[in-house]
């Protein structure tokens, strides 16, 4: 059973056009992609991951990174192990939508919309992960997919 894997931020700021007091927007980098989100979150898509999108968003207080990739269900699971959550990926039942349209501007669904995906979040400081001293959350998602694989999606800050 493939599931969703995705890191959300808490307090980020989450759509294109919100603004600083100081009239700053916040806005894609468009020489940022998978790579930059690779490295600030210090994971790397497994070898044979297939569709491994990234993007970075700049934004006033805090940039969001995201990395999306498909993969086997085996290696999805053991990126969330690594990242060190509190508790394991579950399925969580959403009563709102969410707060922006992030993962739309890889052409992806938003992963807390689709049912049946596991998420779970980490703060990589309060789990001592000196991996990740940068990186002040991360939401993982999982999406089961045929054939034993699954999407990966993260969201960091």
Not at 5 to 29: E, N, Q
Not at 49 to 76: C, H, M, R, W
């Amino acid at each position: 059973m493939a599931a969703t894997l995705l890191l959300s931020a808490c307090s980020s700021p989450d759509t294109d056009d919100r603004r600083a007091t100081d009239g700053r927007a916040s806005r894609w980098d468009e020489n940022a992609g998978a790579p930059e989100a690779s490295a600030f979150m210090n994971v790397t898509a497994p070898k044979g991951a297939t569709e491994v999108k990234g993007a970075v968003q700049i934004n006033p207080q805090e940039d969001i990174y995201l990395l999306s990739f498909v993969t086997s269900e085996k290696n999805a699971e053991g990126i969330a192990a690594d990242l060190r959550p509190e508790e394991p990926l579950k399925v969580k039942t959403a009563d709102f939508a969410p707060d922006g349209e992030l993962f739309r501007h890889l052409q992806l669904a938003e992963p807390q919309t689709l049912k049946g995906a596991r998420s779970a979040g980490v703060c990589p400081p309060c789990a001592k992960d000196d991996r990740r001293k940068n990186v002040q959350w991360i939401d993982i998602y999982v999406q089961a997919l045929e054939g034993d694989q699954a999407r990966v999606y993260l969201k960091a800050f």
